[in-house]
């Protein structure tokens, strides 16, 4: 019991931290999104439903879905291009490991909005690669760009926490798989996956959820088709000035990602248990 | 045999990976040396936008400003994160649950409401906006990335380890500072390199609480390239990833020192590969 | 277990929002009368705190006037006008701001900009008469024009065939798919307006409707719709862009063969405006304000800002030459005082009339 004061006490600089800078802003928000704007474009607060009787119009669904589904794309293709570098760097990278981690870490440090202008100078029609290979290929302004520029905008992301976990898994664990299971893909499927799940969700999660909300992939990447919930909230919070349906939405959407939470608290609740087991 | 396939597959692999994450950086850098203003053809070596950016007080003052706002951000998530985590998964209260999802949520919320939101607190609170404002909106997205982190290293951790250092006479504090702290290093490291790219990064949250000067690099950068891409631009990424090249090459010789004490406690339990 | 909080949470910010309700968001500091009339003192009476969209003004002249007047100029930016106007909410102390003509109205109509006594700056005679009692701001009491700008077509005349002086050109010309819609509400809804012949303000929802099947209509023509206008043309991903004529000065200035690139003023209508000066209520040195706008007023330094913003500025003399200059292989470019009469300019749009332009954007997007 003891014990467990001395944990739970850890709990509470962070979770107080939370609360007052967090969970009370959010509120906030909330609250907002009962309001409306007046005359002179001012946000007013009061209780009136009718930002979120407008968002019921079932137009807004496909952006949603949309942007659920540029996300989920973006975590396959992170999971698919991060596991096996991951894997490279903690299991055969020996002495450099250190150095290889942080060269896949580096390119996150250049900010993202060059990096990704860097890319449409690449990939514009004029640019780099259509200009070396003499074709004219439409990367820009499509739905694989936007995808694209989530993966390589959030890739680090998933990276870290696989690698984290597989640093910490013993060797030895996969010597002692590759006697028990004979192939590579078998002590793959019994052994390293299942202690690196942990580290897979961490990094889905976090390569998902902001992906969800992101707005600058879309609107420098994309087509006219390409809006996703991110650039409809920030139209409202930056061009549109109304505030209070801005909030509306952001409220919805968080509701919708709650639900993609509550099941990825299931899992790791799972796997934990399992784990400590 | 089948040991080595893989490795040379994953080899290339790995390869042509580190090719496309480091193109655009190469353009980046590239251009940053161009003599001429075009972004697309490379006219000759000059230092032009390298003057241009650091002759100009207020990026100087706007990249000042973000290195600090982003190591305070980096240490306080830190340490606040750990925490939590730890809490998170030691500790068995009815309050567990509330914690979790309070941590989760932050992760769930676009950037562009976390910055109206915070930015609704501030002015309803009457707090003026200014650098303070900007760290304290980054401390508090951070810790999420943070805790999560940590989380997965220690969940697959176990607590064998801290349970055995208990058994031979360590009080919870000295477990947690001489058994769990140093095994969890590699996370915490990853977690904090995590926080200071993010914050270093960030814009939308800055945008909305940044005061009136300095604003950090990122909002200048995107106010800035919104209305046409001046080279000078290049010249501003390029340091700045010089600059993460050397704060990375420092964070690289603390596991080293970390390394020595961890085999010493190795040695002290008679555990190898704990 | 999450139902109930969430339940909880939504009981908190309903109850909250009862609390609140009648309160805005924010405290902007609203002046009185009195306040925002008394008249400014032209002198140095501290550093200037300056905020403006980026790229607007020349880095030179701003380490001019530092140097002129021995103080500094602290400088922010913003990318919209609803981005300054949340920073002025959240009671930030600013002394100089530049906001679009109908904005002039909005905060003067909220005394929130104080008197600027024209008389007492040098130069200001060579401001355009037009300007001397605009429309946003009787007697330009509170207001002086900074820079100018009109909407149109940017597009490569080496690639682009069928132009034939209109709007419609955006999705009706032969552009190779690469046709961009400029991603501001105000200016697209605007532009579907002209389009179907009402005026660029209409707010009637019935005529509403119409624009926004046009705007619906004519996404599939587009490649894109982006703010990134300058961007778009010199990487050759657009075609055809609908832009600021600034913006066209600015591409030519990034490309190897400028003379491709073109500017055409659609005959529907012509949307026209100014970014201009004033001076917040708040404002901690509005002395300083006052001396820089005489500053910016001074034909040497506009011509050599007019160079530098690839926008025109409208003072007689040098700056107007200067803007010529620039263009004098493409006079389109330009805005002549008949522009500035027969251009329609962006109105304040009341409440009712608001909701349903933000309607029209939101459905378009999501179309």
């Known amino acids: 019991m003891n014990e467990n004061r001395f944990a739970t006490g850890f709990l509470i600089p962070g979770g107080l931290w939370l609360l007052l800078l967090f969970v009370v802003p959010v509120v906030l928000v909330l609250a907002l999104s009962f309001g409306y704007t007046d005359d002179l ?47 490279y760097i903690a299991v055969f990278g020996g002495r450099w490991k250190n150095v290889l981690i942080a060269l896949v870490v580096l390119p996150f440090f250049v900010n993202y909005l060059i990096r990704t202008y860097a890319w449409i100078a690449m990939l514009g029609d ?52 590759k006697d028990l299971y004979g192939s590579p893909w078998e002590t793959f499927r019994h052994v390293t996956w299942p202690h690196t799940f942990q580290g897979v969700l961490a990094g889905s999660v976090l390569v998902f959820l902001p992906a969800v909300g992101d707005f ?62 | 045999m089948r040991a080595f396939d893989r490795p040379r597959f994953l080899r290339v692999f790995v390869w042509i990976f580190f090719v496309f994450l480091f193109a655009p950086i190469v353009l980046v850098i590239l251009f940053s040396f161009n003599s001429s203003r075009s972004l697309q053809q490379f006219d000759g070596f000059s230092l032009r936008w390298y003057e241009t950016f650091f002759e100009s007080e207020s990026l100087r003052d706007s990249l000042i400003a973000s290195i600090q706002i982003a190591l305070i951000t980096m240490v306080v998530a830190t340490i606040l994160g750990t925490m939590l985590a730890y809490g998170l998964v030691r500790a068995r209260t009815r309050w567990s649950d509330t914690a979790n999802v ?66 031979l006479g360590a009080t919870r504090w000295q477990t947690f500072r001489l058994v769990t702290l140093p095994a969890l290093w590699p996370a915490i490291i990853a977690a904090g390199l995590l926080c200071f790219a ?77 | ?98 906001p679009s003509a109908e904005y002039v109205q909005r905060l003067r109509s909220g005394f929130l900009i104080r008197r600027l006594d024209r008389d007492k700056l040098k130069n200001v005679d060579t401001v355009y008469s037009y300007f001397d009692d605009p429309w946003y701001d009787p007697d330009s009491a509170h207001s002086t024009p900074y820079g100018m700008y009109a909407t149109g077509l940017g597009y490569r005349a080496d690639k682009v065939s069928g132009m ?30 002209l389009v179907n012949g009402y005026p660029l303000n209409e ?82 040195h509005p002395g300083t304000a006052l001396l820089f706008i005489e500053y910016m007023l001074e034909p040497e330094n506009a011509a050599q800002n007019v160079e530098w913003i690839g926008y025109p500025m409208p003072y007689e003399g040098a700056p107007t030459e200067a803007f010529q200059g620039l263009v004098k292989e493409d006079p389109e470019i330009n805005i002549t005082v008949e522009d500035l009469e027969q251009g329609q300019q962006f109105e304040n749009l009341k409440g009712e009339g608001r909701l349903a332009w933000d309607e029209v954007w939101t459905e378009f997007k999501v179309s």
């Not at chain 2, 390394?259 to 704990?274: H, I, N, Q």
Request: include cysteine; glycine fraction near 10%; charged fraction near 20%.
């Open chain 1, 41 to 87: 474009g001012e946000a007013i607060y009061d209780t009136r439903l009718d930002n979120y009787e407008r968002l019921v119009d079932p137009d807004y669904l496909p952006v949603l879905f949309r942007s659920a589904g540029f996300a989920l794309g973006a975590v396959v293709l992170c999971l698919l291009i991060g596991y096996p570098v991951a894997y």
């Open chain 1, 126 to 177: 004029d640019g780099l690669v259509n200009g070396v290979f003499d074709t004219s290929i439409r990367f820009i302004n499509t739905p694989y760009a936007v995808v694209g520029g989530l993966v390589y905008g959030f890739l680090a992301f998933m990276i870290l926490p696989i690698y984290a976990a597989l640093d910490r898994m013993d060797p030895a664990l996969i010597e002692a798989g």
């Open chain 1, 216 to 277: 600058v992939a879309a609107s420098l990447l994309g087509g006219p088709e390409e809006v996703m919930v991110g650039n409809l909230i920030q139209q409202q919070f930056q061009a549109s000035d109304n505030w209070p349906f801005g909030a509306a939405l952001t409220i919805a959407m968080m509701a919708f990602l709650l639900i993609w939470m509550s099941l990825y608290l299931r899992a790791a609740a799972r796997e934990g248990k399992e784990a400590t087991a």
């Open chain 2, 102 to 167: 309070l941590m989760l949520i932050p992760l769930v919320t676009p950037e562009i409401v976390a910055g109206a939101s915070a930015l609704l607190l501030f002015t309803q609170v009457g707090l003026q906006l200014s650098l303070t404002t900007i760290v304290l909106a980054h401390i508090t997205f951070s810790i999420s990335y943070v805790t999560v982190v940590v989380r997965a290293r220690l969940a697959a951790l176990g607590r064998q380890v801290e349970d055995a250092s208990m058994d």
């Open chain 2, 198 to 274: 993010l914050s270093f990064d960030d814009f939308v949250l800055s945008f909305f609480t940044t005061g009136e000067s300095p604003q950090p690099l990122p909002v200048r950068i995107w106010t800035q390239i919104r209305f046409g891409v001046r080279p000078t631009i290049n010249a501003i990424g390029t340091f700045m990833l010089v600059i993460s090249t050397l704060s990375i090459g420092l964070a690289l010789l603390l596991p080293r020192l970390l390394g020595r004490r961890e085999s010493g406690l190795k040695v002290l339990l008679g555990r190898e590969g704990a």
């Open chain 3, 1 to 98: 277990m999450l139902n109930r909080r969430d339940l909880l949470k939504g009981s908190a910010g309903l109850a909250l929002g009862a609390g609140l309700a009648g309160c805005g968001v924010g405290n902007i500091d609203r002046g009185s009368k009195a306040e925002t009339e008394k008249p400014i003192r032209k002198r140095v009476d501290g550093d200037l705190v300056y905020f403006n969209y980026s790229e607007y003004i020349d880095p030179a002249l701003v380490k001019g006037f530092e140097k002129l007047y021995g103080v500094r100029v602290r400088e922010s930016y913003f990318d919209s006008m609803s981005a300054m106007m949340a920073k002025l909410r959240a009671g930030i102390h600013y002394d100089v701001i530049f």
């Open chain 3, 164 to 193: 034939t002086g209109s709007w419609r050109d955006l999705g009706e010309a032969d552009s190779g798919d690469r046709s961009f819609l400029l991603d501001d509400y105000q200016e697209s809804i605007g532009m579907a307006n």
């Open chain 3, 203 to 284: 707010t009637d929802t019935g005529k509403l409707e119409d624009s926004k099947d046009y705007l619906v209509d004519l996404k599939p023509e587009l490649r894109g719709v982006s703010a990134d206008t300058i961007t778009n043309m010199v990487s050759g991903n657009a075609y055809i862009q609908h832009l600021w004529n600034g913006d066209i000065v600015n591409i030519r200035y990034g490309v190897d063969n400028p003379e491709d690139f073109k500017f055409q003023k659609c005959k529907e209508g012509l949307p026209v405006g100014s970014d201009n000066f004033v001076i917040p209520v708040n404002a901690e």
